[in-house]
C-alpha cells in the first residue's frame, strides 16, 4: 500500500486513502449483506413499503431516527440485501414505529431498550474489563455481543461468565475468538518509527492550515517522529495521540511545511481515488480496509461503540467488524466505496487466512479531538 503526498512539486508515495466507486466493482465481489435479527422481527408491512438508501446515507437516517425517539429507541442496523434501514423499537410498536415508518425505515420491536444495554456494558466494564475480552451492542440480537479470546481462561473466564449471567436473561452473549486480540503494531511497510510499523490513516489539515495524517493511537505513543522508509528521514512529527482510554488515534503533522496532502489513496496498479468526507459507522454498513501489510480487505460493521481490552489497557467507543487485519496494518484506514472515512485500524483477533474480529477508531471523533478536517479531494 502506497498513498501519496506532494512535497515541493514532486509526488512521492506516504500514505491515506479511499477507494471510489470505480474501483468498487472489483473490490468489493463479496461484501458481507446483513442478516435479520432474531428478536422480535422487523416488521415485514413496514419493510415493503420503506425507501432504499445508499450504505452512505445509512448513518444519517440512523441518527435522526435515534434523536426523534428517544427513550424508544434501541439501536439500528443496514440491511444490505434490501438497502433498508432496519430500527428497534422497545415499545415494540405505537407511535415510536410509526415515526420509524413515516421515515422510511423498517420498524422492529424487540426486549431490551438502548438504554438497558448500555447500563450493561458499564457493568461489564466496572466488573469484567479483563484484558482478551470485548463487547459492542449488537442491533441484529438486541444483545450485547461479549468476545473472549484465547488468552482468557481460569479464574478470568469464570469473571466474564458470571458478569454475563448476573446481566440477566437474553441480555448478553459470549463467542469465543480463534485467536487474541492486541493492537496490529509490528510488520507492514507504510511508515517507521521507533523500530515499528503502521499504516497511514488519511491526510488530513490541521486546524492552522498544516498538512498532517491520522493513524492509530498506540502508533503515535510508540515513537514521536515516523519516516517513509526504514531508517529514513522523518517526514512526520506526533501532535498528539490517544492510547488507551477513549480512543486509539494520533495526529501527525508533516515536517516538511510545503508538504500538500491531497485526500486519496494509491490503491495498486495504478488506481488512486478520492476521499470525499468523514463519515460514521453503522451496523451492517459494508466498507474497505487498506493495510500496508495485506493490502485490501472487505466486510462490514457488526458493532458500534465497542470496548477492547488490550493487555496495554482498555480502548472504548470503537467500531467493530468482522473484516481482517495484520500486524502492521494498524492505523490503515477503513472506508466505503463512495470515498466516506470511516475508521482507523486499532487492532483485534485473528488474521487474513482465518477472520476474526478488528477493531477501528472512528474518524469522526479523532478529527474532532485533535481539531483537524479532512478536506474534499473534489
Same mark, same amino acid.
Request: glycine share 16%; hydrophobic share 40%.
Given at each position: 500500500?502506497?498513498?501519496?503526498?506532494?512535497?515541493?512539486?514532486?509526488?512521492?508515495?506516504?500514505?491515506?486513502?479511499?477507494?471510489?466507486?470505480?474501483?468498487?466493482?472489483?473490490?468489493? @465481489?463479496?461484501?458481507? $449483506?446483513?442478516? *435479520?435479527?432474531?428478536? /422480535?422481527?422487523?416488521?415485514? &408491512? =413496514?419493510?415493503?413499503? +420503506?425507501? #432504499?438508501?445508499?450504505?452512505?446515507?445509512? @448513518?444519517?437516517?440512523? $441518527?435522526?431516527? *435515534?434523536?426523534?425517539? /428517544?427513550?424508544?429507541?434501541? &439501536? =439500528?442496523?443496514?440491511? +444490505?440485501? #434490501?438497502?433498508?434501514?432496519?430500527?428497534?423499537?422497545?415499545?415494540?410498536?405505537?407511535? *415510536?414505529?410509526?415515526?420509524?415508518?413515516?421515515?422510511?425505515?423498517?420498524?422492529?420491536?424487540?426486549?431490551?431498550?438502548?438504554?438497558?444495554?448500555?447500563?450493561?456494558?458499564?457493568?461489564?466494564?466496572?466488573?469484567?474489563?479483563?484484558?482478551?475480552?470485548?463487547?459492542?451492542?449488537?442491533?441484529?440480537?438486541?444483545?450485547?455481543?461479549?468476545?473472549?479470546?484465547?488468552?482468557?481462561?481460569?479464574?478470568?473466564?469464570?469473571?466474564?461468565?458470571?458478569?454475563?449471567?448476573?446481566?440477566?436473561?437474553?441480555?448478553?452473549?459470549?463467542?469465543?475468538?480463534?485467536?487474541?486480540?492486541?493492537?496490529?503494531?509490528?510488520?507492514?511497510?507504510?511508515?517507521?518509527?521507533?523500530?515499528?510499523?503502521?499504516?497511514?490513516?488519511?491526510?488530513?489539515?490541521?486546524?492552522?492550515?498544516?498538512?498532517?495524517?491520522?493513524?492509530?493511537?498506540?502508533?503515535?505513543?510508540?515513537?514521536?517522529?515516523?519516516?517513509?522508509?526504514?531508517?529514513?528521514?522523518?517526514?512526520?512529527?506526533?501532535?498528539?495521540?490517544?492510547?488507551?482510554?477513549?480512543?486509539?488515534?494520533?495526529?501527525?503533522?508533516?515536517?516538511?511545511?510545503?508538504?500538500?496532502?491531497?485526500?486519496?489513496?494509491?490503491?495498486?496498479?495504478?488506481?488512486?481515488?478520492?476521499?470525499?468526507?468523514?463519515?460514521?459507522?453503522?451496523?451492517?454498513?459494508?466498507?474497505?480496509?487498506?493495510?500496508?501489510?495485506?493490502?485490501?480487505?472487505?466486510?462490514?460493521?457488526?458493532?458500534?461503540?465497542?470496548?477492547?481490552?488490550?493487555?496495554?489497557?482498555?480502548?472504548?467507543?470503537?467500531?467493530?467488524?468482522?473484516?481482517?487485519?495484520?500486524?502492521?496494518?494498524?492505523?490503515?484506514?477503513?472506508?466505503?466505496?463512495?470515498?466516506?472515512?470511516?475508521?482507523?485500524?486499532?487492532?483485534?483477533?485473528?488474521?487474513?487466512?482465518?477472520?476474526?474480529?478488528?477493531?477501528?477508531?472512528?474518524?469522526?471523533?479523532?478529527?474532532?479531538?485533535?481539531?483537524?478536517?479532512?478536506?474534499?479531494?473534489?
Amino acid at each position: 500500500m502506497s498513498h501519496r503526498r506532494i512535497s515541493k512539486g514532486k509526488a512521492v508515495l506516504a500514505g491515506a486513502g479511499a477507494v471510489g466507486v470505480a474501483a468498487a466493482a472489483v473490490l468489493l @465481489p463479496n461484501a458481507n $449483506a446483513s442478516q *435479520s435479527g432474531t428478536d /422480535g422481527g422487523a416488521d415485514g &408491512g =413496514a419493510g415493503r413499503n +420503506a425507501r #432504499t438508501v445508499s450504505a452512505a446515507s445509512a @448513518p444519517e437516517l440512523v $441518527a435522526k431516527l *435515534s434523536a426523534q425517539l /428517544g427513550e424508544d429507541y434501541a &439501536g =439500528a442496523y443496514y440491511d +444490505a440485501g #434490501t438497502k433498508q434501514v432496519v430500527v428497534n423499537v422497545a415499545d415494540g410498536g405505537g407511535e *415510536s414505529a410509526s415515526r420509524v415508518r413515516d421515515a422510511g425505515a423498517v420498524p422492529r420491536g424487540v426486549r431490551h431498550s438502548m438504554g438497558e444495554l448500555r447500563s450493561a456494558t458499564g457493568t461489564l466494564s466496572r466488573d469484567a474489563a479483563v484484558p482478551g475480552t470485548a463487547w459492542a451492542v449488537d442491533p441484529r440480537t438486541n444483545q450485547i455481543l461479549v468476545t473472549a479470546d484465547t488468552t482468557v481462561t481460569g479464574a478470568r473466564w469464570d469473571t466474564l461468565e458470571s458478569t454475563v449471567r448476573s446481566l440477566g436473561d437474553g441480555v448478553a452473549r459470549i463467542q469465543k475468538s480463534a485467536g487474541e486480540f492486541k493492537p496490529f503494531l509490528d510488520g507492514g511497510d507504510a511508515i517507521f518509527g521507533g523500530g515499528a510499523r503502521c499504516s497511514l490513516g488519511f491526510n488530513v489539515t490541521t486546524q492552522d492550515g498544516a498538512s498532517g495524517f491520522l493513524t492509530a493511537g498506540h502508533c503515535g505513543v510508540a515513537a514521536e517522529q515516523w519516516s517513509e522508509d526504514q531508517n529514513g528521514a522523518p517526514v512526520g512529527t506526533v501532535q498528539a495521540a490517544t492510547f488507551p482510554g477513549d480512543g486509539d488515534f494520533a495526529l501527525l503533522t508533516y515536517d516538511d511545511p510545503a508538504t500538500e496532502a491531497p485526500s486519496e489513496v494509491d490503491v495498486g496498479n495504478g488506481r488512486s481515488v478520492p476521499i470525499s468526507q468523514a463519515g460514521e459507522a453503522a451496523v451492517g454498513l459494508e466498507v474497505v480496509r487498506m493495510g500496508s501489510t495485506t493490502g485490501l480487505s472487505d466486510g462490514s460493521v457488526t458493532g458500534l461503540d465497542a470496548t477492547v481490552n488490550y493487555a496495554e489497557g482498555s480502548v472504548s467507543g470503537l467500531i467493530q467488524t468482522n473484516v481482517c487485519a495484520e500486524p502492521g496494518d494498524s492505523g490503515g484506514p477503513l472506508f466505503t466505496a463512495d470515498g466516506t472515512a470511516i475508521g482507523l485500524t486499532s487492532g483485534g483477533s485473528g488474521d487474513c487466512t482465518v477472520g476474526g474480529e478488528t477493531f477501528f477508531q472512528p474518524v469522526p471523533t479523532a478529527l474532532a479531538a485533535v481539531g483537524a478536517e479532512i478536506l474534499s479531494a473534489g
